[in-house]
């Protein structure tokens, strides 16, 4: 199937020679003599690229390459014009054309610069499917109310070049949160750099992030660009950002302050101008207070902050991340396709997931390839994913102290999980509970933030 183009000339001798030309080309060709007949044409029509005539009487070329552009940014759009006009040249590219064509024309070159503009258009049209599946595939999943408001927030977030911190557990898919940001960003053609923190040296940080100069130190046999460099106008995603030391944290900072640095060796100003994103799975707050995180670093960092759901706050996703996890490791040779019972689900939304979706990925991955019927069972399911629900609260219990990383966090949630099950056992008594373990009422009452009890 051969393009569709439109001509748009108030000259009926050139939209005659120029679409009998096009024509014999192969090309499907429309005519509009003014702008207001090319604008009723294209709703109607919806032509691959217009050839336009900039000097109209009544709507210029101008004024209808802005209309064509509100109707359908995709179409291209070619302006024609006279010899040497520049200003004419600078503004139809501003407003989005994708060449000019100056009189009298060359067919040869008409032919050319179509032949550019289509595949300019093809290529796009390949851009927005490649980015559309890659949305797909690292689609945040799940309908539970703790997603949902976290794909509002995205969806406010992304289209700003604001910067971006994201914290929660491991295994909750902060880098995810981040690619997706990026994709929905305005900077989505531009390139998307990650720096793991967490695996820079306190040496390796300059080198990384700045780049550096051939000879700058004896490893350097090289010029080298920094991935701050390599980011361009995209996104840098600065990931686990609280492994960076206080020293690096300083560097990092100085360079956000004044969005400009050089390169390890070198004497050259370059601009920082890429968007920031930052991630840890630390409680940052604590981090400054006990003096390992600089304050000023998370302040700048922190414009807009996102806050990746544990699973355990969202288990009414584990059948839908599940059944996704276990479709696409059938896709991948894997095992054969596989699909939980409802007492199998039932007992992996009684677990605690320390390990968030990394754990049931994981999970979903062994027993993808370790069951052999086609449905799992709770009988397939590996311990501590199988246990009774007695026995699966208990596990809880453990698993979600053990993931703590602040021994003050583990011992009040031992204290809470404690009282809630001496309160269980008297029935609620709030009384006898409090006289069974030795401790007042409002003791009960501060750990278990339940005023109504009382």
Request: aromatic content about 6%; glycine content about 6%.
């Amino acid at each position: 199937m051969f393009p569709t183009i439109m001509i748009v000339d108030d000259e009926p001798s050139i939209l005659q020679s120029l679409g009998g030309l096009l024509s014999d080309e192969g090309y499907d060709v429309i005519t509009a003599s003014n702008g207001y007949e090319a604008l009723k044409k294209i709703e109607s029509a919806a032509p691959d690229l217009v050839l336009l005539d900039v000097w109209m009487p009544g709507l210029d070329g101008i004024e209808t390459l802005q209309e064509i552009k509100k109707i359908s940014p995709v179409i291209q759009v070619l302006i024609i014009t006279g010899h040497g006009n520049i200003e004419t040249a600078v503004k139809a590219t501003k407003l989005g054309a994708f060449d000019l064509i100056e009189k009298p024309l060359s067919f040869d070159k008409v032919i050319m610069t179509i032949q550019r503009a289509l595949n300019f258009q093809r290529l796009e049209e390949q851009n927005r499917y490649l980015r559309r599946k890659m949305l797909e595939k690292h689609a945040i999943n799940g309908n539970s109310s703790a997603i949902v408001a976290l794909k509002k927030q995205i969806a406010v977030a992304a289209p700003t070049d604001a910067w971006i911190l994201i914290t929660g557990e491991n295994g909750t898919g902060k880098e995810l949160i981040a690619r997706t940001i990026h994709q929905l960003s305005r900077r989505a053609e531009e390139p998307y750099i990650d720096i793991n923190c967490a695996n820079l040296s306190e040496e390796g940080f300059d080198a990384e992030f700045f780049g550096h100069e051939k000879d700058a130190f004896p490893a350097a046999t090289g010029r080298r660009k920094g991935k701050a460099e390599l980011a361009g106008k995209g996104t840098l995603l600065l990931d686990q950002i609280t492994d960076l030391s206080l020293k690096n944290q300083g560097k990092l900072l100085r360079v956000l302050q004044e969005k400009q640095y050089e390169r390890v060796g070198g004497n050259r100003t370059l601009r920082l101008d890429a968007r920031i994103i930052a991630t840890s799975n630390r409680d940052i707050e604590k981090e400054i207070r006990a003096g390992a995180f600089r304050e000023e670093l998370y302040y700048r960092l922190n414009v807009i902050p996102v806050i990746a759901p544990p699973l355990r706050d969202r288990k009414e996703d584990i059948g839908v991340l599940a059944d996704i996890f276990l479709a696409a490791n059938a896709t991948q040779g894997r095992g054969s396709r596989k699909r939980l019972s409802e007492d199998a689900l039932a007992c992996l939304c009684a677990y605690c997931w320390p390990g968030n979706v990394r754990e049931l990925k994981s999970l979903m991955e062994r027993l993808s390839i370790m069951t052999e019927a086609e449905t799992i069972r709770p009988t397939d399911l590996p311990a501590p994913y199988n246990m009774s629900p007695s026995a699966v609260s208990a596990a809880n219990d453990l698993a979600c102290l053990f993931s703590m990383e602040s021994f003050d966090d583990a011992v009040e949630a031992f204290k809470e999980t404690f009282i809630r099950k001496k309160l269980a056992e008297n029935r609620n008594d709030v009384s006898a509970t409090a006289a069974q373990l030795h401790i007042s009422r409002s003791v009960i009452q501060k750990l278990i933030k339940a005023p109504g009890l009382l």
